[in-house]
């Protein structure tokens, strides 16, 4: 009986190296740090697919010319592959979280309005390209968020458009000032062990999704608020389902008191309680306390428990700051080599030394799985290189699977790009002819023929195409698809025809939300169940329903009650 290897990498490391392979590809970092080092922040920001949605006149006039020369000063420190680098994502594909407003850094004095730079991303529904938007947001006098400030040009509202207490680099400045990127080793806590679970917190129990109630004061159930707590040692956590939560990734807990002290200085508190959110409806809550100012803060679970209304106004640890960097994991897993990180990045962790990505995380087995996934990967990019080549050597041997070489009547004959198409070299040009005319008529094809026709409907590069096209990387999926069939193919009906016009079709998406022009109110789901973000699930006969989302347009098109277009025919019969 042969013995089977469970692959015991976390699917978050899995997903982390496809992003570091795919979402942010080298020619995208060369073209943006080679506009940012003239000068050319906007040069940057385009190459990097990165949209401003600034006017920078509007904010002279409106706040001055020193908040604008701060801003100005920021912009042109901004580096925007590495925002790209650390920007939030999602599983499973690892795509930018979809609608989402980051505060980048902030900006205020005395008798002015104070205003935030953010990064935003578009939802859903409109995500293809992958483009981050840069954008100004502000207070109104009376601390009421303004929707839609005179410095804040976007055509289609945003559906999350205050800036995400969870999600913010203000107080992480590494993760996109390039003047700044150094912090990274020790903001990220490079030299410290990895740890899957906080210290202090409830550890998973025994049986995977049951709570261990025997440490009570751990456990704060948020659908029963005094459900399980004993008094006398109430506890920080406020959970529901951490029993899976502790173990999606591991937590920089050894910095979770420098990083709290960071977080309530901004807030104007020296000390005081703060939360760090474990998972989709847990939280543990802290307080950061210290004998004096001489000595360093620690944190420790807050004594008493607070009704769920206060927990939910307490600040928030930032993720940036709860979790440990995935370049790090990645680094000590073994799943990626230094010189493919982003060179901002590398230079920051090379400093550290080599102690900050000695050690894996993982076992011995993963260690295994780790090799096989790795040379699994670079079997996709090396069959993609060879591809692109204009084939093998002459004497070259025949290896298995190999695209470039088909066993045709008995003899191996060669397959290679000429004048800019994939052909069969060792057949006469009259002889496919005859031989493509005779496969129309309904007759057998040359084994060169189908082998031709297999890698124009599903390449073996495909995964590699879909992966680009999924970050938008429109540029390099294309790129691979030429230096496979060469610059003059035609795409036949397959896998690869699909998804490129996927592709098309969802830019059309997006270039409508960001115009405006959107055809069918993103809030309109079908009757039959479907997805309310997504408008292509609704049905042609649904009638959107009007609210504060709605489109001016669309509102005074389905609410007005123009005459139908009928008339009475008076003529005699």
């Not at 420098?258 to 474990?278: D, K, N, Q, S, Y």
């Not at 000429?418 to 094809?445: K, M, N, Y």
């Amino acid at each position: 009986m042969a013995h089977h290897f469970a692959n015991t990498i976390p699917a978050h490391l899995l997903m982390w190296q496809r992003v570091r392979e795919y979402a942010v590809p080298p020619s995208m970092i060369e073209t943006a740090t080679a506009r940012r080092a003239v000068g050319d922040w906007a040069g940057a920001c385009a190459a990097a697919r990165v949209d401003v949605d600034l006017d920078l006149r509007a904010v002279r006039d409106r706040h001055g010319t020193g908040l604008l020369t701060r801003l100005r000063a920021d912009l042109r420190r901004l580096a925007p592959d590495l925002l790209r680098w650390h920007m939030p994502r999602i599983a499973p594909d690892g795509r930018l979280r979809p609608g989402l407003t980051i505060s980048l850094a902030r900006y205020g004095s005395s008798g002015a309005t104070p205003f935030q730079l953010v990064a935003r991303t578009p939802p859903a529904w409109a995500d293809a390209g992958q483009r981050i938007y840069l954008a100004l947001w502000e207070e109104s006098g009376d601390g009421a968020p303004g929707h839609r400030p005179r410095t804040y040009s976007y055509p289609h509202p945003h559906p999350h458009p205050h800036p995400d207490r969870r999600f913010r680099l203000d107080l992480h400045r590494h993760l996109w000032d390039s003047e700044r990127s150094g912090e990274l080793a020790r903001r990220c806590g490079a030299g410290v062990a990895l740890s899957m679970a906080p210290p202090g917190l409830p550890r998973t129990p025994a049986r995977p999704g049951v709570p261990d109630l025997s440490d009570r004061s751990a456990v704060h159930d948020c659908s029963r608020a005094s459900a399980v707590h004993d008094c006398s040692r109430a506890s920080a956590v406020h959970n529901c389902s951490w029993a899976s939560a502790v173990h999606n990734c591991p937590w920089a807990s050894a910095r979770w008191a420098a990083e709290a002290e960071l977080l309530l200085g901004a807030e104007g508190r020296p000390r005081g309680a703060f939360t760090v959110r474990l998972g989709a409806r847990s939280r543990a809550v802290l307080e950061l306390v210290a004998p004096d100012d001489s000595h360093t803060p620690t944190f420790r679970p807050l004594r008493e428990t607070l009704p769920p209304q206060e927990v939910a106004v307490l600040p928030v640890l930032p993720e940036a700051a709860a979790r440990v960097l995935p370049d790090l994991e990645l680094l000590r897993a073994g799943l990626i080599a230094t010189d493919r990180l982003h060179p901002l990045v590398a230079k920051a962790l090379a400093v550290s030394g080599p102690a900050a990505v000695s050690g894996s995380a993982l076992s011995s087995g993963s260690a295994v799985s780790s090799g096989s996934a790795v040379s699994s990967s670079s079997a996709v990019s090396s069959s993609a290189a060879v591809s692109s080549s204009s084939g093998p050597a002459a004497g070259s041997v025949r290896r298995p699977g190999d695209p470039h070489r088909v066993e045709c009547r008995g003899e191996d004959h060669r397959i290679a790009l000429r004048d800019g198409t994939l052909t069969a070299i060792d057949h006469d040009p009259a002889q496919l002819r005859r031989e493509e005319l005779l496969v129309a008529l309904g007759g057998p094809a040359l084994p060169c023929l189908r082998a031709i026709d297999e890698v124009h409907r599903n390449p073996e590069a495909l995964p590699a195409v879909r992966e680009r096209l999924g970050h938008g990387d429109i540029a390099g999926a294309l790129a691979v698809v030429e230096g496979l069939l060469g610059p003059g193919a035609v795409l036949r009906e397959g896998p690869l025809r699909e998804e490129l016009e996927s592709a098309a079709a969802r830019r059309v998406d997006h270039g409508l939300f960001r115009s405006g022009l959107v055809a069918v109110h993103p809030g309109a789901g079908s009757a039959a169940g479907g997805k309310a973000s997504d408008p292509r699930h609704a049905e042609a006969g649904h009638r959107p329903r009007l609210d504060h989302r709605t489109p001016p347009a669309m509102r005074l098109k389905q609410s007005s009650r123009a005459r139908p277009r009928t008339g009475m025919n008076l003529s005699a019969s």
